[in-house]
């Protein structure tokens, strides 16, 4: 028996039957792969968004990928904007940064890209905003630190007053929309109908969106397969794919070819596919954001929590 939708009838622009997009992190990209999805995207009339790191490399990173340091990269990510694709912010740098540092990196995407970022999400820095423990609460954070054996306890203080990473009066200011929780499923809304929501326990970031699986080339792959896709479109529903480009999807300087398929085969269909704030404005506009109550924020935190632990989810 199919599960009843935990959300109303929603009717997209244009006539659409489902929007559909993506949050790709830069997290190992580089630029010749940069242009091969996004030209490819592109032609097939996807319209999505891409998290970049404005500051170049000062110390030693954690990830690899370009940054907007990159004046060739840079330049391509202007022309992608051009073309209707969001630029997002994926924090400052590939390695941790500091307060003046974040600040610094907002100011240059400002002048890169002729505004403030409206979407972020979180990349594993000291300054990532509620990351690590602090996504969840109660019973949830133990059970979070039991299994990650404690590791990111002290790690992330974007959040934290005081500490010289921390941020959070300038995301709140500057930042519209920042992703949190990742579930294993197509239909984000399903998931998330109360998106985009604000939490007061969080105050920092205004407006929380969640994101369907696809971190890297085989979950993205498994999470739009046909029937998934068939079903998203058959629920009205939404999905905002987190991936990252970087990891999977490009082979011997070509384009997967089951990758090709999925995105040929979902284009073909009649969804409506916007950048995610473009997405998160018109779902604002349509039912309102939601500020989450205790009961709420539990069942997502549970929801999550068992996903992560049993799939590994972000």
Same mark, same amino acid.
């Given at each position: 028996?199919?599960?009843?939708?935990? @959300?109303?009838?929603?009717?997209?622009?244009?006539?659409?039957?489902?929007?559909?997009?993506?949050?790709?992190?830069?997290?190992?990209?580089?630029?010749?792969?940069?242009?091969?999805?996004?030209?490819?995207?592109?032609?097939?009339?996807?319209?999505?968004?891409?998290?970049?790191?404005?500051?170049?490399?000062?110390?030693? %990173?954690?990830?690899?990928? &370009?940054?907007?340091?990159?004046?060739?990269? #840079?330049?391509?990510?202007?022309?992608?904007?051009?073309?209707?694709? &969001?630029?997002?912010?994926?924090?400052?740098?590939?390695?941790?940064? +500091?307060? &003046? $540092? %974040?600040? $610094?990196?907002?100011?240059?995407?400002?002048?890169?890209?002729?505004? /403030?970022?409206?979407?972020?999400?979180?990349? @594993?820095?000291?300054?990532?905003?509620?990351?690590?423990?602090? #996504?969840?609460?109660?019973? #949830?954070?133990?059970?979070?630190?039991?299994?990650?054996?404690?590791?990111?306890?002290?790690?992330?203080?974007?959040? %934290?007053?005081?500490?010289?990473?921390?941020?959070? /009066? %300038?995301?709140?200011?500057?930042?519209?929309?920042?992703?949190?929780?990742?579930?294993?499923?197509?239909?984000?809304?399903?998931?998330?109908?109360?998106?985009?929501?604000?939490?007061?326990?969080?105050?920092?970031?205004?407006?929380?969106?969640?994101?369907?699986?696809?971190?890297?080339?085989?979950?993205?792959? =498994? +999470?739009?397969?046909?029937?998934?896709?068939? =079903?998203? &479109?058959?629920?009205?529903?939404?999905?905002?794919?987190?991936?990252?480009?970087?990891?999977?999807?490009? $082979?011997?300087?070509?384009?997967?070819? $089951?990758?090709?398929?999925?995105?040929? =085969?979902?284009?073909?269909?009649?969804?409506?596919?916007?950048?995610?704030?473009?997405?998160? /404005?018109?779902?604002?506009?349509?039912?309102?954001?939601?500020?989450?109550? /205790?009961?709420? #924020?539990?069942?997502?935190?549970?929801?999550?929590? =068992?996903?992560?632990?049993?799939?590994?989810?972000?």
């Amino acid at each position: 028996m199919t599960k009843p939708l935990p @959300y109303g009838p929603i009717q997209w622009p244009e006539s659409r039957r489902f929007a559909f997009t993506i949050f790709d992190d830069p997290d190992g990209q580089s630029l010749s792969v940069t242009r091969l999805v996004y030209s490819f995207l592109a032609d097939l009339g996807f319209r999505t968004s891409i998290g970049v790191w404005p500051l170049g490399i000062r110390r030693k %990173v954690n990830s690899g990928g &370009e940054t907007c340091a990159n004046h060739d990269y #840079r330049s391509f990510l202007q022309e992608l904007q051009q073309k209707g694709f &969001e630029i997002a912010f994926h924090n400052a740098a590939p390695h941790s940064s +500091t307060r &003046e $540092e %974040v600040i $610094e990196s907002l100011d240059l995407f400002r002048s890169y890209f002729g505004s /403030d970022p409206m979407a972020m999400a979180n990349h @594993y820095n000291t300054d990532a905003m509620y990351w690590g423990p602090a #996504r969840v609460g109660g019973w #949830r954070r133990a059970v979070y630190n039991l299994a990650t054996g404690g590791r990111n306890q002290k790690s992330f203080f974007g959040h %934290v007053e005081g500490h010289s990473s921390f941020w959070g /009066d %300038v995301c709140r200011d500057r930042i519209r929309y920042c992703r949190n929780f990742v579930y294993a499923d197509i239909n984000t809304l399903r998931m998330c109908p109360w998106m985009p929501y604000s939490d007061p326990l969080r105050p920092y970031v205004h407006y929380w969106y969640a994101g369907s699986e696809g971190a890297q080339g085989g979950a993205f792959l =498994r +999470t739009l397969r046909n029937q998934h896709q068939d =079903r998203l &479109e058959a629920e009205g529903g939404v999905c905002i794919m987190y991936t990252h480009f970087g990891h999977g999807f490009v $082979e011997n300087g070509k384009l997967t070819a $089951e990758f090709q398929r999925v995105m040929q =085969r979902l284009a073909a269909k009649n969804g409506w596919f916007v950048p995610v704030s473009g997405l998160l /404005d018109f779902l604002m506009k349509t039912k309102g954001p939601a500020v989450l109550d /205790d009961k709420v #924020r539990r069942r997502l935190e549970t929801r999550w929590l =068992r996903e992560k632990l049993s799939r590994r989810t972000s």
